[in-house]
C-alpha cells in the first residue's frame, strides 16, 4: 500500500509564502514523476507542477515564476514552495505521484487527500 502525506496547507495573507510537503510511504521500489494539483472552488482540478525523477519539471504557465517544485528522489518526497501567494491562490492542493513501482505490481498513479490553502488578509 502505497500513502501520499501531504502538509503544510494554511492560511496566509497576500503576498506571503507557504511550502506544501508530500512524502510518498510504503514498499516503493521507484517513482516517474511527483508533482502538485490544485482544485480552486467550482473549478476542475489543474497541474500546478510536476517534476520527473531525473529532474525535469513542469509548470502551469500562469504559476511559473511564482511556485518551485523541488524533489528528493532518496526519501519519496516534493515540495512546493509558493511565493507571492494571492487570494487566486486559494485551493486544495493535491499531491500526485504517477508511475509507482511496487514490485511485482504493475505502475500506478496516486493521490493525497489534500491540503486546503486560504490566502486571505
Known amino acids: 500500500q502505497v500513502q501520499l502525506a501531504e502538509s503544510g496547507g494554511g492560511l496566509v495573507q497576500p503576498g506571503g509564502s507557504l511550502r506544501l510537503s508530500c512524502t510518498a510511504s510504503?514498499?516503493?521500489?521507484?517513482?516517474?514523476?511527483m508533482g502538485w494539483y490544485r482544485q480552486q472552488p467550482g473549478r476542475q482540478r489543474e497541474l500546478v507542477a510536476s517534476?520527473?525523477?531525473?529532474?525535469?519539471?513542469d509548470y502551469s504557465d500562469s504559476l511559473k515564476g511564482r511556485f518551485i517544485i523541488s524533489r528528493d528522489n532518496a526519501n519519496n518526497t516534493v515540495d512546493l514552495q509558493m511565493n507571492n501567494l494571492s487570494p487566486e491562490d486559494t485551493a486544495v492542493y493535491y499531491c500526485?505521484?504517477?508511475?509507482?513501482?511496487?514490485?511485482?505490481?504493475?505502475?500506478?498513479?496516486?493521490w493525497g487527500q489534500g491540503t486546503q490553502v486560504t490566502v486571505a488578509s
Open positions: 517534476v520527473e525523477s531525473g529532474g525535469n519539471t
Open positions: 500526485h505521484a504517477s508511475g509507482v513501482v511496487v514490485i511485482p505490481y504493475r505502475p500506478r498513479d496516486y
Open positions: 510504503g514498499r516503493i521500489n521507484s517513482i516517474d514523476a
